[in-house]
């Protein structure tokens, strides 16, 4: 069964903790991507990585790190410097230069 | 300027209508362009992918896109209950930096008995 899995569903944060996301994908897809949506707000890129062991910044890096150790994993940790967690996260994959497929997000909250 | 706009709505449609959905972007060097369409609480799913100018037909989805007016549109023909979400539009801008998309705001649509 292909696809992206994402977990937790549901995270609770308490001030000043570090908390890591994981995403999962069995699509053999070289890209993946992290994103957070806000209520009312389209999606914006977190990080992103076409290959193994390398990524890139995307529009609001600041407060995040991720690891790409394998192809078929992208965790993000959301550390205590950013300072407005509350969000839904959400993962993507993608063959390079096709469409993207979404996991099922992760619905983060600070305490 | 944001870089891909779209009216956030509602728009309410009688059921069977045709619904109709824009999207403008910002850099004419943009190649690639999707819809997705996403339930409250859950993520966005793929309906469309459109690459050339001109319509791409998918069962009642229709992508229309004019790169000239940097604009692409998805009509939604004989609208159903089911259809109401909020639809992304999504634009890879083509600033470099690979498979890089920049989604709009996304725009709500009722689809209304």
């Known amino acids: 069964d292909g696809g992206i899995t994402q977990s937790p569903k549901y995270l609770f944060r308490k001030e000043g903790q570090n908390v890591t996301l994981s995403c999962e994908q069995n699509?053999?897809?070289?890209?993946m991507y992290w994103y957070r949506q806000d209520p009312g707000q389209g999606l914006r890129l977190i990080y992103y990585?076409?290959?193994?062991?390398?990524?890139q910044k995307g529009d609001i890096a600041e407060g995040y790190s991720v690891s790409r150790e394998k192809k078929e994993s992208f965790p993000l940790t959301v550390t205590s410097a950013q300072k407005n967690p509350t969000a839904f996260y959400l993962c993507?994959?993608?063959?390079?230069?096709?469409?993207?497929?979404f996991g099922p997000g992760t619905r983060l909250t600070v305490l | 300027q944001k870089e891909v706009e779209q009216n956030s709505g509602p728009l309410s449609v009688p059921e069977g209508a045709i619904a109709s959905l824009n999207c403008t972007y910002s850099?004419?060097?943009?190649?690639?362009f999707f819809w997705y369409r996403q339930y409250s609480g859950k993520s966005p799913e793929l309906i469309m992918s459109?690459?050339?100018?001109g319509d791409k037909e998918d069962g009642r989805f229709t992508a229309q896109l004019n790169k000239a007016s940097q604009y692409v549109s998805l009509l939604i023909r004989d609208s159903q209950p089911s259809d109401s979400a909020t639809y992304l539009c999504?634009?890879?801008?083509?600033?470099?930096?690979?498979?890089?998309?920049?989604f709009g705001t996304g725009t709500q649509l009722k689809v209304e008995l």
């Open positions: 993507a994959s993608s063959s390079l230069q096709e469409e993207q497929f």
């Open positions: 699509l053999n897809h070289d890209a």
């Open positions: 990585s076409q290959i193994v062991n390398d990524f």
């Open positions: 850099d004419r060097g943009s190649q690639s």
């Open positions: 459109i690459y050339s100018n």
């Open positions: 999504a634009v890879n801008l083509g600033t470099g930096g690979g498979n890089k998309l920049t």
